[in-house]
């Protein structure tokens, strides 16, 4: 009896020093920090857009974040096609991510159509009022904050530049993308600039990059002299192949965003997108420490830069007035 006592007792020791580990370790788990949650959608592509991911991570570890450690990031990309965000916000939804950043105008709508409760950074939207994202700029209201592009003079300075680098220039081709809902604010805004300047518009409709070489094609036909390329994460996704075809039908571009005269398009004209992308970090640092969406005022950008590429000009046969060189914020040779 003592020896099946004996092997009792140590039975039962043994399932207690367990039972005492696992409570250990239970304990110890519980006690450490859940890790924040924020889902990115890009409406772009995944191979186009590495910088702007980059810009991101940057951005969390300024502010003393350690991805994977610290905070996790979830991505989903629409790889340029919008009618795939509606189901990549619900994904990120389904998830239950602590905050959604929208890369654009149309992920923004995407994820305010999905969510009412999770806070949701907007980045790169061209007019979140007026697209009916936030109540106004400095008090958004809702769920939605972020940052902005919005910019009235913006498109009006683009044909001006054009006009500056061809001053004979008379018609203007616009490249839209009329799955963009903002992009009827950019085409009244540039409508308005154009009748003050006495230019004439001839807009080109393009839903993905199948439209590439026939919006080409189209404002060559229409005797255009010039084309401006709407801000869009479509043609910013393709962007090497809407710059080859300005260089094959030797037409003068001038873009919205710095990635195009770095792949060698002729100019652009707008905000530094990956300080924007930087600038989510900002945002979603904020919410994650109790700050409420509804209460931070929407940013805009208060620095636009102007860049040429003197190659590309070269490439077509353009000479860049000294005048106009001479304010650009960078030029590429």
Not at 279 to 293: E, N, Y
Request: proline share 6%; hydrophobic share 45%.
């Amino acid at each position: 009896m003592k020896r099946a006592e004996k092997n009792m007792t140590r039975k039962i020791t043994v399932l207690t020093l367990c039972a005492m580990l696992f409570a250990l370790c239970f304990s110890a788990e519980a006690q450490q920090p859940r890790v924040p949650q924020v889902g990115y959608m890009f409406a772009r592509t995944s191979s186009d857009s590495s910088d702007l991911l980059k810009a991101v991570g940057e951005g969390f570890r300024e502010l003393g974040y350690e991805e994977g450690r610290t905070i996790a990031l979830e991505v989903r990309w629409a790889e340029g096609r919008y009618e795939r965000l509606p189901a990549l916000a619900a994904e990120l939804v389904k998830l239950r991510v602590d905050v959604l950043v929208a890369s654009a105008t149309p992920s923004a709508l995407a994820a305010k159509s999905a969510t009412g409760t999770i806070p949701v950074v907007m980045v790169a939207v061209g007019d979140p009022v007026g697209s009916g994202l936030v109540a106004s700029l400095a008090r958004p209201g809702g769920n939605l904050t972020g940052l902005s592009l919005l910019n009235p003079e913006l498109h009006g300075k683009r044909l001006e530049l054009l006009r500056d680098v061809l001053p004979r220039i008379s018609r203007v081709a616009t490249i839209t993308n009329p799955g963009n809902p903002v992009h009827a604010e950019f085409w009244k805004q540039t409508q308005a600039a154009a009748q003050a300047l006495a230019l004439r518009l001839q807009p080109i409709d393009v839903c993905g990059p199948e439209d590439f070489a026939g919006a080409f094609a189209a404002a060559a036909g229409g005797h255009a002299e010039a084309i401006i390329a709407f801000d869009d994460s479509l043609t910013l996704g393709y962007s090497t192949q809407i710059v080859a075809l300005a260089a094959k039908h030797r037409v003068p571009v001038i873009y919205g965003f710095r990635e195009f005269p770095e792949v060698g398009g002729l100019m652009s004209y707008g905000a530094n997108l990956r300080d924007l992308y930087r600038r989510t970090a900002v945002f979603v640092d904020k919410i994650l420490k109790g700050r409420k969406p509804a209460e931070l005022p929407v940013e805009q950008p208060t620095k636009f830069e102007f860049i040429i590429n003197l190659k590309a000009a070269k490439q077509i046969g353009l000479t860049i007035p000294p005048n106009v060189l001479a304010r650009a914020d960078r030029v590429i040779k």
